[in-house]
């Protein structure tokens, strides 16, 4: 009986490990696999049927940021929220050395060389930005929320952050940036008829942005408008795109098949095109399956905010699932021709190391907020 006693400490500890680990939303995960197969037998085609180089890689680091993001599921919320702000400054100092020491490829300075690796901080920018501004919001009331000059700090929070991902350039990644922003402080409480002024501004200021706009930014536009008006240069990728697009048909041309994808005629076909692939090979069933689980993840994501019962949580889960919608809304009419050219990967599939890890620790932070939606933050935990 005195040993039962004496060993009760790690018996309550393997419970409630064991309570959190069973709370955990084994179908959002269960999704995210599939997700990520799907993308594992697209990169497999578009190198000709091989592991290597893209493949391979991407599972080995699908395989880890899975581990991170049921480890971090695991982790107290409340910990995670006092985390908010010092990661916030750290995403801000490394989107700074990006501008002062980033790696320049296909013409932006987007990247950093940290131990080898090419690292894009402007994708963990938007998680560690979701985290501050929910900390921000989590006990504010309606009428503190309804008071302009609360609202400085954090629209400042989304500007600043923003403002130098564009400066990289990384136009899309920004816009998502700041979309990300809005939509928490929509869920925050911040009246409609403020973001209807921020959204006149915008229309009146576009014009003028126009003509700040780099040259190839100027050539997406102007391409999207009329793809057709240099089909062997600027208008070369959509186009290419829209007749993988089209070739697949109902069902596709099968498993490593698609002659679009096969010939090499597809444009950066491991990374923003990627979708083409799918398209081409699994037609638009297929294509509608990976849409399908895309747009599911996201529902599970707002579901997760709906039942949390901290204002932490949701914002954070509201915050998530947005940046997810944005990926793929953008990635997918991107490719489809209905928005220009904006270089947005598509979450899971895509190929690429940042966007995948940066999403899969969001993720991890959903599936923290789903484990820990009962909790209750104390005034210690602001």
Same mark, same amino acid.
């Given at each position: 009986?005195?040993?039962?006693?004496?060993?009760?400490? @790690?018996?309550?500890?393997?419970?409630?490990?064991?309570?959190?680990?069973?709370?955990?939303?084994? %179908?959002?995960?269960?999704?995210?696999?599939?997700?990520?197969?799907?993308?594992? !037998? +697209?990169?497999?085609?578009?190198?000709? /049927?091989?592991?290597?180089? @893209?493949?391979?890689?991407?599972?080995?680091?699908?395989?880890?940021?899975?581990?991170?993001?049921?480890?971090?599921?695991?982790?107290?919320?409340?910990?995670?929220?006092?985390? +908010?702000?010092?990661?916030?400054?750290? /995403?801000?100092?490394? %989107?700074?050395?990006?501008?002062?020491?980033?790696?320049?490829?296909?013409? !932006?300075?987007?990247? %950093?060389?940290?131990?080898?690796?090419?690292?894009?901080? #402007?994708?963990?920018?938007?998680?560690?930005?979701?985290?501050?501004?929910?900390?921000?919001?989590?006990?504010?009331?309606?009428?503190?929320? /309804? $008071?302009?000059? *609360? %609202?400085?700090?954090?629209?400042?929070?989304?500007?600043?952050? =923003?403002?130098?991902?564009?400066?990289?350039? $990384?136009?899309?990644?920004?816009?998502?940036?700041?979309?990300?922003?809005?939509?928490?402080?929509?869920?925050?409480?911040?009246?409609?008829?403020?973001?209807?002024?921020? &959204?006149?501004?915008?229309?009146?200021?576009?014009? *003028? =942005? @126009?003509?700040?706009?780099?040259?190839?930014?100027?050539?997406?536009?102007?391409?999207?408008?009329?793809?057709?008006?240099?089909?062997?240069?600027?208008?070369? $990728?959509?186009?290419?795109?829209?007749? !993988?697009?089209? #070739?697949?048909?109902?069902?596709?041309?099968?498993?490593?098949?698609?002659?679009?994808?096969?010939?090499? *005629?597809?444009?950066?076909?491991?990374?923003?095109?990627?979708?083409?692939?799918?398209?081409?090979?699994?037609?638009?069933?297929?294509?509608?399956?990976?849409?399908?689980?895309? *747009?599911? &993840?996201?529902?599970?994501?707002?579901?997760?905010?709906?039942?949390?019962?901290?204002?932490?949580?949701?914002?954070?889960?509201?915050?998530?699932?947005? $940046?997810?919608?944005?990926?793929?809304?953008?990635?997918?009419?991107?490719?489809?021709?209905?928005?220009?050219?904006?270089?947005?990967?598509?979450?899971?599939?895509?190929?690429?190391? #940042?966007?995948?890890?940066?999403? &899969?620790? /969001?993720?991890?932070?959903?599936?923290?907020?789903?484990?820990?939606?009962?909790?209750?933050?104390?005034?210690?935990?602001?």
């Amino acid at each position: 009986m005195s040993t039962l006693v004496e060993y009760r400490p @790690y018996y309550l500890k393997s419970f409630r490990l064991a309570r959190k680990f069973l709370r955990i939303n084994w %179908l959002f995960v269960i999704v995210t696999c599939a997700v990520a197969g799907i993308g594992y !037998a +697209a990169l497999y085609s578009a190198a000709g /049927g091989h592991g290597e180089p @893209y493949a391979i890689p991407q599972f080995i680091r699908f395989a880890a940021a899975l581990i991170m993001m049921i480890m971090i599921a695991m982790i107290d919320i409340r910990i995670i929220a006092k985390c +908010a702000w010092p990661l916030y400054a750290i /995403g801000l100092l490394l %989107l700074v050395a990006v501008w002062k020491f980033g790696h320049v490829g296909l013409g !932006a300075r987007r990247w %950093l060389d940290i131990g080898g690796l090419h690292v894009q901080p #402007s994708e963990f920018m938007k998680l560690f930005l979701i985290l501050a501004l929910a900390h921000w919001f989590q006990r504010a009331s309606y009428e503190r929320v /309804g $008071n302009p000059v *609360f %609202l400085i700090a954090p629209v400042l929070a989304i500007l600043c952050p =923003a403002a130098l991902i564009l400066k990289e350039p $990384n136009l899309g990644t920004a816009v998502i940036t700041m979309t990300v922003g809005g939509a928490m402080l929509l869920g925050a409480g911040v009246r409609w008829w403020k973001f209807a002024i921020v &959204m006149l501004l915008v229309a009146i200021a576009a014009p *003028f =942005a @126009y003509h700040h706009l780099h040259g190839y930014q100027k050539q997406r536009i102007l391409t999207f408008l009329h793809p057709g008006r240099d089909p062997l240069g600027a208008g070369y $990728n959509i186009i290419q795109s829209k007749i !993988a697009l089209g #070739s697949g048909g109902m069902w596709g041309q099968g498993f490593l098949h698609g002659t679009q994808n096969q010939l090499n *005629f597809l444009p950066e076909k491991q990374t923003d095109f990627v979708f083409t692939i799918i398209a081409e090979e699994f037609g638009f069933a297929g294509s509608m399956v990976l849409m399908g689980l895309l *747009f599911s &993840m996201v529902a599970m994501a707002f579901y997760t905010a709906l039942r949390c019962g901290h204002q932490f949580g949701r914002l954070a889960a509201i915050g998530i699932g947005t $940046n997810l919608f944005l990926y793929c809304f953008v990635n997918l009419a991107m490719v489809m021709g209905l928005i220009p050219v904006g270089g947005v990967p598509l979450p899971l599939v895509s190929y690429g190391g #940042s966007a995948l890890t940066a999403v &899969m620790l /969001g993720f991890g932070v959903l599936m923290s907020v789903q484990v820990h939606r009962d909790v209750e933050f104390a005034a210690g935990d602001d």
